[in-house]
């Protein structure tokens, strides 16, 4: 209803009015999954994954309302958070990453959705530490990544993530880390898979962590696909990327 009013730019242009038509779409897909889980007025927190799209695009999503958005690959996104520099937005990391990009990271990035080894734990530390003397940074929010394969049919198509058993190392590991937040779980639904089972499998993991970490409540699930699943199963972060933004443009 409020599309054109929200762009700020007199005529929007046709991108902005598309963009608002697809959030609005989302928006009413998210608030009829909560209601059907019986979850209320409590809605998920929207990431919009902005990963191929040109900054001109977060730049519009901003005019709409949107302060969230995620990236998986920290050359794209830190020369996006530069470009974007003038408008409070908060960055979520949400792909593979290496740990010498973790430098890079704890400039931009609010929070990492895709922690899921020690070694990064100990780089995002040391990085948020010395960034945090540089700028005063917040605390960098880590989301523990769990591989919900079924490692009997994987079929090699890995998705990145943490084995379950690895978890509670993980979390002490994080929680015992001057600088970093420990936020909860994340995860990708299996490939060829129903999502239901495993965001089901995901909800369970969460509890065991909430039961040792009580603040550690956040559960990163739910993509373009499996959005009302993961909603059903307690997901508190969404990342929607293409039902939003439409197909991801070839790399250029
Ligand atoms: C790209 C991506 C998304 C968004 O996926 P869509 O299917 O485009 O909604 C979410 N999470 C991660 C980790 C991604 O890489």
């Not at 989302?26 to 019986?38: L, M, N």
């Not at 740990?99 to 734990?121: E, F, G, I, N």
Request: glycine share 10%.
């Amino acid at each position: 209803m409020t599309e054109l009013s929200a762009s700020g730019q007199g005529q929007a242009d046709a991108r902005t009015a598309e963009l608002a038509q697809r959030l609005a779409a989302v928006r009413s897909r998210i608030a009829s999954a909560a209601v059907d889980a019986g979850r209320g007025g409590r809605l998920p927190a929207l990431i919009v994954v902005t990963k191929f799209h040109p900054a001109e695009d977060i730049r519009r999503l901003a005019s709409l309302g949107i302060r969230d958005v995620g990236e998986n690959r920290d050359q794209e996104a830190a020369a996006k958070a530069l470009e974007l520099a003038d408008l409070a937005l908060t960055w979520h990391f949400v792909g593979q990453l290496q740990t010498k990009k973790a430098k890079s990271v704890a400039r931009y990035a609010s929070a990492v959705h895709s922690v899921d080894r020690p070694q990064l734990v100990d780089a995002l530390a040391k990085a948020v530490r010395n960034e945090r003397e540089a700028s005063g940074r917040a605390p960098l929010d880590c989301f523990i990544q769990v591989s919900l394969e079924d490692q009997k049919h994987d079929g090699g198509a890995h998705r990145g993530g943490a084995a379950p058993a690895e978890v509670p190392a993980l979390a002490e590991r994080i929680a015992g880390s001057e600088g970093l937040n420990l936020a909860g779980v994340m995860a990708v639904a299996p490939l060829g898979a129903p999502p239901e089972p495993a965001f089901e499998k995901l909800a369970g993991i969460s509890a065991g962590l909430v039961a040792a970490f009580p603040a550690a409540t956040a559960i990163s699930a739910g993509m373009s696909q499996d959005l009302e699943a993961a909603i059903k199963f307690g997901a508190t972060h969404l990342r929607i990327g293409s039902d939003i933004l439409g197909s991801r443009p070839a790399v250029g």
